[in-house]
């Protein structure tokens, strides 16, 4: 009888362990509101952004336990709970790796930044993750986060698009940010370079250029509004 009462423990923590990773995985696919416990407001969305940074933008240099490790000390060393969340970190960051190919950096900071400004450490938050990049354009990705959680902070400016960048957007200047980051999220999704199967080279080169397009039109209307 012991046993099946210990037995039924540990499946129904298992069982809790696996929902809440199902709702964790689905606040990285589309970040927004979320119902799971993060420990400290906003650790996923950091840890998720530490990911995007090492393996999305850097060249991989590092292992998957060795960049999890890095961006866990990293959390632990900014976030106030330190210690106490670093088991935590480490399991977001090993849950964003099996979504590698879907984080968005630009709605990752957005959902960091609302879940850590009343807390007054955006800037100490965006120099840690600006600390993970390795490479040039992993650089360019972290200036851009920092800069957003960090007004004052002076990065290498973006390059400028070709086209203004509400023309690229196909919207209207003065419409509502809802709409922008809602027009910037259905553009993202139709020409991310993850979702170019069954098209010849050269149709996944051009979806691939209007992706970077698209995603440097909407940083820099969203830099427009914030101000």
Same mark, same amino acid.
């Given at each position: 009888?012991?046993?099946?009462?210990?037995?039924?423990?540990?499946?129904?923590?298992?069982?809790?362990?696996?929902?809440?990773?199902?709702?964790?995985?689905?606040?990285?696919?589309?970040?927004?509101?979320?119902?799971?416990?993060?420990?400290?407001?906003?650790?996923?969305?950091?840890?998720?952004?530490?990911?995007?940074?090492?393996?999305?933008?850097?060249?991989?240099?590092?292992?998957?336990?060795?960049?999890?490790?890095?961006i866990a000390g990293g959390a632990v060393s900014v976030f106030p709970q330190g210690k106490k969340i670093g088991s935590l970190a480490e399991s977001f960051c090993r849950?964003?790796?099996?979504?590698?190919?879907?984080?968005?950096?630009?709605?990752?900071?957005?959902?960091?930044?609302?879940?850590?400004?009343?807390?007054?450490?955006?800037?100490?938050?965006?120099?840690?993750?600006?600390?993970?990049?390795?490479? &040039?354009? *992993? $650089?360019?990705?972290?200036?851009?986060?920092?800069?957003? =959680? !960090?007004?004052?902070?002076?990065?290498?400016?973006? /390059?400028?698009?070709?086209?203004?960048?509400?023309?690229?957007?196909?919207?209207?200047?003065?419409?509502?940010?809802?709409?922008?980051?809602?027009?910037?999220? &259905?553009? *993202? $999704?139709?020409?991310?370079?993850?979702?170019?199967?069954? =098209? !010849?080279?050269?149709?996944?080169?051009?979806?691939? /250029?209007?992706?970077?397009?698209?995603?440097?039109?909407?940083?820099?209307?969203?830099?427009?509004?914030?101000?």
């Amino acid at each position: 009888m012991i046993t099946g009462i210990v037995l039924g423990y540990f499946v129904g923590a298992l069982w809790a362990q696996f929902e809440n990773d199902k709702v964790v995985l689905k606040y990285f696919e589309n970040p927004g509101p979320s119902s799971f416990d993060e420990g400290e407001p906003g650790l996923a969305a950091f840890c998720a952004l530490g990911v995007y940074i090492i393996f999305r933008a850097s060249p991989k240099v590092l292992g998957d336990d060795a960049a999890a490790a890095r961006i866990a000390g990293g959390a632990v060393s900014v976030f106030p709970q330190g210690k106490k969340i670093g088991s935590l970190a480490e399991s977001f960051c090993r849950l964003a790796f099996t979504r590698l190919s879907v984080l968005n950096p630009d709605l990752l900071t957005e959902s960091l930044a609302a879940r850590r400004r009343s807390e007054g450490d955006l800037a100490l938050l965006g120099s840690e993750l600006t600390s993970m990049a390795m490479g &040039r354009e *992993a $650089l360019q990705e972290a200036f851009y986060i920092r800069q957003y =959680l !960090d007004p004052s902070y002076q990065a290498p400016p973006l /390059e400028n698009p070709e086209e203004d960048p509400w023309t690229v957007l196909g919207i209207s200047k003065g419409v509502s940010y809802h709409e922008v980051k809602s027009t910037f999220r &259905r553009l *993202a $999704l139709k020409f991310h370079p993850d979702n170019q199967s069954g =098209l !010849d080279d050269t149709e996944r080169k051009k979806r691939s /250029e209007m992706f970077i397009k698209i995603r440097d039109a909407y940083r820099v209307i969203s830099r427009e509004i914030i101000k």
